[in-house]
């Protein structure tokens, strides 16, 4: 029945919001980006009434300029086309971009694609979400355990 559908896709939502917690770094690392003037986004194959509620709850949208959902890119990762979308709306260019990601094919080998360079965030013991059986088809330009090592790779960049 709708009714009983309706509760279960409910309930889901409210537990992902409710209890998916963010990298315990993620505040320290945008604020140092933010204050080398870098433009930040978060580029996610969830939909609005997922991600939305997921910036609010972890006061994601005061680094952020912008977040997009593959809803609202009318595109989900690996395919270029979110990737496009997501710069179009900021503005810049791929050369410019550096895309930060976990899955070596949602994230990384998508942003290969859309000619982004690409660092890779690794966590030891842990697999990466939906990747079981996939053929990885690229290689991250940086690979790191932790977001707060962005700065450095930023810095290298800038200099």
């Not at 809803?71 to 086309?81: D, Y």
């Not at 990601?101 to 694609?113: E, N, P």
């Amino acid at each position: 029945s709708p009714t009983v559908r309706d509760n279960f896709i409910q309930q889901q939502k409210e537990a992902v919001v409710n209890h998916l917690p963010i990298r315990e770094e993620c505040h320290e690392a945008l604020q140092a980006l933010k204050q080398r003037g870098l433009y930040l986004s978060i580029v996610s194959n969830i939909d609005d009434d997922y991600l939305d509620p997921l910036v609010a709850k972890h006061d994601l949208d005061q680094p952020l300029d912008h977040w997009t959902s593959s809803e609202e890119a009318r595109s989900c990762k690996p395919h270029p086309g979110i990737y496009h979308y997501c710069l179009e709306k900021a503005g810049t260019n791929a050369n410019d971009t550096l895309f930060v990601g976990d899955s070596l094919h949602h994230d990384i080998a998508g942003a290969k694609v859309a000619g982004l360079r690409s660092v890779r965030i690794v966590e030891e013991g842990v697999a990466t979400p939906l990747t079981s059986g996939l053929t990885v088809t690229a290689e991250p330009d940086w690979q790191i355990k932790q977001l707060t090592e962005l700065v450095n790779i930023v810095d290298e960049l800038n200099t």
